[in-house]
């Protein structure tokens, strides 16, 4: 049985952050907190916060903006967080809405309708609760019958969760499945650390999953299939968690948030995924020079660079391997699902593309597909 993307949606949110904006709320943090503790920051009893610089943002990293669920909040230099209400049980919650906004145009794009699908999967980097699970509420919202559950594999959720829509859909398990990611970064932001006050932006993907003798959209594309790999690393973490409340632990301290050594995560990931992703290519007898298409995970421009240039010996192309940072930032498991989103059209059938994710955990999840001849 062969499996096919046969539709994918994107819902972007409407509120945008300029690198200019994040700069200058954490600038004036930076000089209220280091005017105030002055006296001990020059005895050298505590550290000033260091002031950010947007040149340098888009230098390292190739953000620009991002978009966000909710702004404010996030530009108050006494909150520096976004202010998302709680709603009642009774209502949508907040990553069930936006996962059902991105499934909606996932399911248009495949032209399917929810009684086609028999599995949702939510997998992104952060669930606002663990239970009842988000897939389940969508599920519902939607209308589909079948099964939900949710993933959380921080970068490579979506890929790692279209591996299993993937091995449903093999096994007979499913005829078709909704693998969505509605990334909500922004609340576990820290917006008063320079290394990593502009990294993240919040949006939703969604794919459809299908047996290929049902696919009847215009832009199909066969999974020739799919590699993953995962190796033990401290270097991006956030320690916030359920057992938070049973040791007291401040919400708001550094470690409870996303961090990271960003550098060594560069050094290291950069390597593990050209290879990684060579592996792969090697299994279906492709070389890099053969691949049409990137659609690669995006944390950093640099990274993207890199990465190509190791797999194909030059630069790649803008054309060949997207970027979609300058607008989005790092949405977590959803960057490359965005750029593909933006970018698989133009294919043309039998051209190859790869979908590859690289980050926490570390993991690498990476899927080949061919654009099919309907
Ligand atoms: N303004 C001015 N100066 C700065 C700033 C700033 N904003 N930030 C850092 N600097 C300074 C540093 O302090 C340093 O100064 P010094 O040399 O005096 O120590 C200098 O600039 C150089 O800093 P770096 O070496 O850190 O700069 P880099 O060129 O390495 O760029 C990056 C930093 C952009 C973070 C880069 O290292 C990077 O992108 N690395 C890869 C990171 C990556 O891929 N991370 C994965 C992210 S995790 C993920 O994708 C999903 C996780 C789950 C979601 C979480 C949601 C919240």
């Given at each position: 049985q062969h499996v096919v993307i046969s539709g994918v949606g994107l819902w972007t949110p409407e509120h945008i952050v300029t690198n200019e904006e994040l700069v200058q709320v954490l600038n004036d943090y930076a000089d209220q907190h280091n005017a105030e503790y002055a006296t001990e920051i020059d005895a050298g009893q505590?550290?000033?916060?260091?002031?950010?610089?947007?040149?340098?943002?888009?230098?390292?990293?190739?953000?620009?903006?991002?978009?966000?669920?909710?702004?404010?909040?996030?530009?108050?230099?006494?909150?520096?967080?976004p202010r998302i209400p709680e709603r009642a049980d009774e209502a949508l919650s907040h990553q069930a809405e936006m996962a059902v906004n991105a499934a909606q145009r996932a399911l248009a794009a495949a032209h399917k309708q929810p009684t086609d699908i028999d599995a949702v999967i939510v997998s992104c980097a952060y669930t606002q609760r663990a239970y009842p699970a988000i897939a389940i509420e969508v599920q519902q919202a939607l209308g589909i019958t079948g099964f939900g559950f949710d993933m959380l594999v921080a970068c490579s959720a979506a890929t790692f969760a279209q591996h299993r829509a993937y091995e449903m859909i093999k096994a007979g398990t499913a005829r078709a499945v909704l693998v969505i990611n509605p990334e909500l970064t922004s609340p576990q932001v820290n917006y008063r650390d320079r290394d990593s006050h502009f990294i993240f932006g919040d949006v939703a993907t969604a794919v459809v999953l299908e047996r290929a003798d049902t696919a009847n959209a215009p832009h199909v594309y066969e999974v020739l299939s799919t590699q993953a790999k995962t190796q033990f690393s401290n270097t991006i973490r956030s320690n916030f968690g359920y057992l938070s409340r049973t040791n007291d632990?401040?919400?708001?301290?550094?470690?409870?948030?996303?961090?990271?050594?960003?550098?060594?995560?560069?050094?290291?990931?950069?390597?593990?995924?050209?290879e990684h992703i060579a592996q792969h290519l090697a299994l279906h007898e492709l070389n890099a020079t053969d691949v049409r298409r990137w659609w690669l995970h995006q944390a950093n421009i640099n990274m993207n660079l890199l990465i190509a240039r190791k797999l194909l010996g030059r630069d790649a192309s803008a054309e060949e391997a997207p970027i979609v940072l300058d607008r989005y930032a790092n949405c977590a498991s959803a960057g490359s699902i965005i750029a593909f989103s933006l970018h698989h059209e133009d294919l043309a059938p039998g051209d190859v593309g790869v979908i590859c994710s690289f980050g926490a955990g570390y993991s690498i999840g990476s899927l080949v597909v061919r654009k099919v001849n309907l």
């Open positions: 505590r550290s000033a916060v260091a002031r950010s610089d947007a040149a340098f943002i888009e230098k390292a990293s190739g953000i620009k903006q991002r978009h966000v669920y909710v702004k404010d909040g996030i530009l108050d230099v006494n909150c520096m967080r632990a401040d919400p708001f301290a550094p470690d409870k948030l996303f961090h990271q050594e960003g550098r060594t995560v560069f050094k290291e990931v950069c390597p593990m995924a050209a």
